[in-house]
C-alpha cells in the first residue's frame, strides 16, 4: 500500500522513557519570534546581570489576592530591589503594579520591569461565561472577543500575562477542571485555544491592552486516572499526540507567548521534569521559543513525586527541562545560586531560561513603557472596569452559550403575558453561580440573577412566586411542599438547579454526575403537577440527567453564564434570543459510563443490541444521553444529502469540497452550527468512527435554504500511522454533515493509490 506524507509533516518524538533516550537528536530550529534588535538588546542586558540577578527574573512568588495552592510568603519589597523576583502572581490593580514596577525599574541595580501575572480565565471584572460554556457557543469569533474584552480590562488592572487558555482535553467530567477548557474534541479545542490567544494578545503585544497568553496544561492534564486532579496521565504515545498535543500546536500556530506545565506525570516522568516533550518537542521540533512557566509549586513538587531528593536536585530538573519560571516555591532563587556557581547547574541552562523571560517582557515593551497601564488618577482602569459595551459582550457570549436539551410540547419560549411564573430552586438568585469558579476578580455584586433577569424582563404584569425548595445540596425535603404549592398555582414553572460554583474546577472532584442533594427529586415532584416546567441548569461539568428526561418537558443547560446570566437567561426563556449552542461534551446516563466520547474506536465487536458478546451495558444504553454537538432550537433544520466535489482523489490534489444544502422548516429565525465529520473507512492503524473536521454557524430565516460548504485538505484527512508518520493513506473515506455527532447524513469519496 502506497502511503502519502506530508512535506512538512514533522515525525513526532517518542516520549516513553526507553524511546526517549534512543531517539535520534533532533535539529533545533532558529527562533521564530526574536528580532535581531531584540537578542542585541537582551544580549548586553544579560552580560551585566549577576547570577543572582539571574535566577531572580526566573522566579515568581505569590503577591496580593492570590488562593491556587499551598501558603507561600509574598516576595517583599526588598527582594525586588535586590533583583531577585521577575514576575508577581496574583497581583492586580494599577496603583499597586505601578507602585511595585516603580521600585524594579527605579530603585534595582538593572531596572528591569517586573511581569505581573493573574489568572484570566473568562473575563476579568466582566466576567463572562466559563470557558466550557463559552466552547459551547461553536463561535471562534465570538470567544476570540470574550478574551479580548478579559484582556483590555486586565491590562487596565496592570496585568500583563494571563494563565489562559486552558486547552487541555477532558473527557471525564468527574474532573472539576473540565470547567476551564473546551470539552472533549482536539479539533474544536484547537480552533478556539488559537482564537483565545488571538483574543488576549490582539495585534499586537506592545500595545497597552495586550497580555501575554499561556497554554495549560501541557500536557495530558486532562486524561488525570480516575477524574482526580494532579493524578498520573497514563497515556500511549498515539493518544497523547492525536488528543491531547493539537490544541498546544494550535495556541503556538496563533503566536502564543508562554505555556505552563501540567502536575501530572506521563510514562513516568513529571511534567515538570520532562524534558524529551518540553525541550525536544516544544522548543526543537515545534522551534517555539516563548515562555514556559511552572504550575503552582511545580518544581517544588518533583519532591513528593519522587524523582527528586531536594530542593536543589527539583530546581535543577525544573530547569534542565526547560521550565523558565519557577511559580511560588522560589527553589531556583534560593536554593540554585550555590549549584550554578559549584557547577552541578549549567550556566547555559540559567542563561537560555533568562533570556525568555527577558524576550518576553522586550515583546511587550516593557523596557520603552514599564508603566503602561499607570495614570495618575487611575482613570483608564475605572472606564475600562465593567464598561457597557463589556457587559454586552458578556450577555451576547451567554446567549450564545446555552444549550437547549430538551423542549418537548415547546414549552419554551414562554410568553412574557404569563399571569403567573413560579420560580423555584436554590439557584434562581443565587449570585456566585452567575460567576461560577476561576472567577478570580470578579465581584458577586456585580453579578446578575435569573431572578432579577426574569423581574427585569416582565415588569409587573406577571406576578412571580418564588420556592427555594431545596439547598444545592442537601437531602432535606422540607421545602418540598412549597415549591409544589407555587407550581400548582402558577401557568408555568421555571426551576434553576445544578451545582455550587465549588464543585467545579481546581481540586473540586466528583465521584457523581447526578444532581447534588435532593434536587433530582425536587424536579420530578414538581414535573408531576402537571405544569409547564422549564429547567435551567447551572453547573461545570455534564451531569447525568437521564431521570429527568422524558419527565422534565424542557431543559436548557446555561452552565455559569457570567455576570449578564440573569438577563441571557431570560434572553432566552422569553424568546427574544433563539438558543443555538450545541454540547462541547457528552452526557453520560450515569458516572459509570465515563469515559465516554463521540469519536471512540469501534473495536472488534462493536455494540449491537441483538448480539449478547458484543461491546455495551446491561444495566445502560451504551449510548450517551446527550451526544456531542446536541443542541435544539426554537426552529427546525433539515439536511439535504450532501455531496462532494470529486468522488475520487488523487495523490497529488489532496483537495475535497464538500457541499449541504440546510433549510430552516420552522417558523422562527435561527442560527444552526453545521457540523462536519470524517472516518477513514480502513487504515493501517484503528481509527475513530468519526472525527470533527469543520464547522460553520449559519443563519435562516423561516424556509429560507443555504448551501453550507466546506473544504477538506491533507490535515483533514491525515492520520498518525504505525511508524508514527503523518499520512493520508489510499482506500475509502466517509464524510458526516449535520447539527450533532448522532444525527447526520453521509457521503462516500475515494482517494486513489496514485
Known amino acids: 500500500m502506497t502511503r502519502y506524507q506530508h512535506p512538512l509533516a514533522p515525525t513526532p518524538l517518542r516520549v516513553g522513557l526507553l524511546a526517549a533516550l534512543l531517539a535520534a537528536p533532533v535539529a533545533a530550529k532558529p527562533p521564530v519570534y526574536a528580532t535581531p534588535a531584540e537578542t542585541a538588546f537582551v544580549d548586553a542586558l544579560m552580560a551585566k546581570m549577576t547570577v543572582e540577578e539571574k535566577l531572580g527574573q ?40 505601578c507602585r511595585l514596577q516603580k521600585i524594579a525599574v527605579e530603585e ?11 489568572d484570566v480565565i473568562h473575563g476579568h471584572r466582566t466576567v463572562f461565561p466559563v470557558p466550557l460554556a463559552e466552547s459551547s457557543s461553536f463561535d471562534p469569533d465570538e470567544v476570540q472577543h470574550a478574551a479580548r474584552v478579559a484582556a483590555v480590562e486586565a491590562a487596565a488592572h496592570g496585568i500583563h500575562w494571563t494563565y489562559a487558555p486552558m486547552v487541555d482535553i477532558a473527557r471525564d467530567p468527574r474532573w472539576g477542571r473540565v470547567v476551564e477548557g473546551a470539552g472533549e474534541d482536539p479539533y474544536l479545542g484547537s480552533v478556539l485555544a488559537a482564537a483565545r490567544v488571538r483574543g488576549f494578545q490582539g495585534d499586537d503585544l506592545r500595545k497597552p491592552d495586550a497580555v501575554l497568553a499561556t497554554a495549560k496544561h501541557f500536557v495530558a492534564y486532562g486524561a488525570a486516572e480516575a477524574g482526580r486532579d494532579y493524578n498520573v496521565a497514563d497515556i500511549s504515545e498515539r493518544t497523547l499526540h492525536e488528543v491531547y498535543l493539537p490544541p498546544f500546536k494550535a495556541a503556538i500556530d496563533a503566536g502564543a507567548q508562554s505555556i505552563m506545565a501540567s502536575f501530572n506525570e506521563i510514562a513516568g516522568v513529571p511534567m515538570h521534569a520532562h524534558r524529551p516533550l518540553i525541550q525536544d518537542l516544544l522548543r526543537k521540533e515545534w522551534g517555539w521559543d516563548g515562555l514556559l512557566v511552572s504550575d503552582y509549586t511545580g518544581v517544588m513538587e518533583l519532591m513528593p513525586h519522587g524523582v527528586a531528593a531536594n530542593r536543589e536536585q527539583a530546581g535543577a530538573l525544573g530547569l534542565r527541562a526547560g521550565v523558565d519560571v519557577d511559580m511560588v516555591s522560589q527553589i531556583y532563587v534560593k536554593d540554585l545560586p550555590a549549584a550554578v556557581k559549584a557547577g552541578r547547574v549549567p550556566m547555559a541552562e540559567v542563561d537560555a531560561s533568562v533570556r525568555r523571560v527577558l524576550n518576553a517582557k522586550y515583546r511587550l515593551g516593557l523596557f520603552d513603557d514599564p508603566y503602561r497601564s499607570c495614570t495618575p488618577d487611575g482613570a483608564r482602569e475605572r472606564a475600562l472596569t465593567l464598561a457597557p459595551e463589556h457587559r454586552a459582550a458578556a450577555r451576547r457570549m451567554a446567549q450564545k452559550s446555552m444549550v437547549l436539551l430538551e423542549n418537548e410540547g415547546d414549552v419554551l419560549p414562554l410568553s412574557k403575558s404569563v399571569r403567573t411564573l413560579a420560580v423555584i430552586g436554590p439557584l434562581a438568585d443565587h449570585r456566585r453561580a452567575m460567576l461560577g469558579n476561576w472567577a478570580v476578580a470578579g465581584r458577586e455584586e456585580d453579578a446578575i440573577t435569573p431572578l432579577e433577569g426574569l423581574k427585569a424582563a416582565l415588569g409587573d404584569k406577571t406576578r412571580l412566586i418564588v420556592a427555594k425548595g431545596a439547598d444545592i445540596d442537601s437531602q432535606d425535603t422540607t421545602g418540598f411542599a412549597d415549591a409544589v404549592a407555587a407550581a400548582k398555582q402558577a401557568d408555568a414553572v421555571v426551576m434553576f438547579l445544578g451545582e455550587h460554583p465549588d464543585m467545579s474546577a481546581e481540586a473540586n472532584n466528583r465521584t457523581s454526575l447526578d444532581l447534588p442533594g435532593a434536587q433530582e427529586q425536587l424536579a420530578l415532584a414538581v414535573a ?16 447525568s440527567i437521564s431521570r429527568l428526561k422524558g419527565k422534565v418537558p424542557a431543559i436548557l443547560e446555561a452552565w455559569f453564564p457570567g455576570v449578564e446570566g440573569g438577563p441571557a437567561i431570560a434572553d432566552v426563556l422569553f424568546g427574544d434570543v433563539n438558543p443555538s449552542a450545541k454540547l462541547p461534551v457528552t452526557f453520560p446516563h450515569n458516572v459509570g459510563q465515563v469515559p465516554i466520547y463521540y469519536a471512540h474506536k469501534n473495536t472488534g465487536r462493536p455494540p449491537s443490541e441483538q448480539e449478547k458478546y458484543t461491546s455495551k451495558y446491561l444495566d445502560v ?17 433539515r439536511y439535504d444529502a450532501p455531496v462532494v466535489s470529486k468522488k475520487t482523489l488523487v495523490p497529488s490534489a489532496l483537495q475535497q469540497q464538500v457541499s449541504v444544502r440546510v433549510t430552516n422548516t420552522g417558523k422562527r429565525a435561527g442560527e444552526e452550527v453545521v457540523q462536519l465529520y470524517v472516518r477513514d473507512d480502513v487504515a493501517s492503524v484503528t481509527r475513530p468512527v468519526k472525527q470533527l473536521r469543520g464547522f460553520q454557524r449559519v443563519a435562516l430565516q423561516p424556509g429560507e435554504s443555504k448551501v453550507v460548504t466546506f473544504p477538506l485538505g491533507f490535515d483533514d484527512l491525515a492520520m498518525l500511522d504505525d511508524r508514527m508518520q503523518r499520512v493520508v493513506e489510499p482506500g475509502t473515506f466517509t464524510v458526516f454533515v449535520g447539527g450533532s455527532s448522532d444525527r447526520t447524513r453521509e457521503v462516500g469519496f475515494e482517494v486513489a493509490d496514485r
Open 528 to 543: 408531576a403537577t402537571g405544569k409547564p416546567v422549564a429547567l435551567v441548569l447551572l453547573n461545570g461539568r455534564p451531569l
Open 108 to 118: 534595582s541595580r538593572l531596572g528591569i520591569p517586573l511581569l505581573f501575572g493573574y
Open 621 to 637: 444504553p451504551w449510548t450517551p444521553l446527550y451526544a456531542f454537538g446536541h443542541g435544539l432550537s426554537y426552529t427546525t433544520f
Open 58 to 97: 526566573l522566579n515568581q512568588p505569590p503577591g496580593v489576592g492570590n488562593n491556587t495552592g499551598p501558603a507561600a510568603m509574598a516576595g517583599n519589597e526588598d527582594q525586588i530591589r535586590r533583583g531577585e523576583i521577575g514576575s508577581y502572581l496574583g497581583t492586580q490593580g494599577a496603583a499597586l503594579t
